[in-house]
């Protein structure tokens, strides 16, 4: 079965703490992206890629950055937490197919920066 | 840019009753429409999708979305919903055009409640 897995259910952090959220896949997909769920808001994308090392930002990449080194690993760092940061961080991938693909996404993080 | 619209903020019907989730778009162009489903603590799961042809698509669990180009909907529809049905939906697009550009535009939601 396809599986996108995210490293923690649950965070908590502190304000200023430097945050890793992990994802990994194992479905060889090529593009993996990162986005945070808020209640009204729906789902807001920060960052995506399409291959290994490469990144592109998407539409709320602020206070945020992401690392890509192999394939199936794409990580959402927050430099320095913020409160405004606290979310629900949804990671998903796909293969190719010009964009008709589903997204597979994992379980979800639910960050609490206090 | 594309954008979603999702009017309803919550949806209640009785177990058995047809069950209508609202989406409309705006992109340029043919869109790719989506939608996803998430249940109580768990991750979202793909429903149907819209690519090209009958307008009409069919998907998981039994629902069903209707393409509309002239009206700019998707809506969801399940003709018997179950109490299992109450979840979180989302409706998403894509414009086609660019062939490596796989951002999604997700709505807000629309919550589900199902009642017995």
């Known amino acids: 079965d396809v599986k996108v897995t995210q490293s923690s259910r649950y965070l908590v952090k502190r304000t200023g703490e430097k945050v890793f959220l992990e994802c990994v896949q194992d479905?060889?997909?090529?593009?993996m992206f990162w986005y945070r769920q808020d209640p009204g808001l729906g789902l807001r994308l920060i960052y995506f890629s399409y291959d290994v090392k490469m990144k592109e930002k998407g539409d709320i990449p602020e206070g945020y950055s992401v690392s890509r080194e192999k394939k199936e690993r794409f990580s959402l760092i927050l430099e320095s937490a913020s409160t405004n940061q606290t979310s629900m961080y949804l990671c998903a991938s796909t293969t190719g197919g010009g964009g008709r693909s589903k997204l597979f996404f994992g379980s979800g993080t639910q960050l609490s920066v206090l | 840019a594309q954008s979603v619209a999702q009017p309803e903020d919550q949806v209640n019907v009785a177990e058995g009753n047809p069950l209508t989730v609202k989406c409309t778009y705006s992109v340029s162009g043919n869109p790719y429409l989506f939608w996803y489903v998430q249940y109580p603590n768990r991750g979202l799961q793909f429903l149907l999708k819209y690519i090209t042809g009958d307008n009409l698509v069919k998907g998981s669990y039994g629902f069903e979305a209707e393409f509309n180009k002239s009206q700019t909907s998707f809506h969801l529809k399940k003709p018997s919903a179950l109490v299992s049905d109450s979840a979180l939906y989302f409706c998403a697009v894509r414009p086609p055009e660019r062939s490596n550009d796989y951002k999604l535009s997700f709505g807000a939601g629309t919550t589900v409640t199902v009642r017995a």
């Open positions: 479905m060889d997909h090529e593009n």
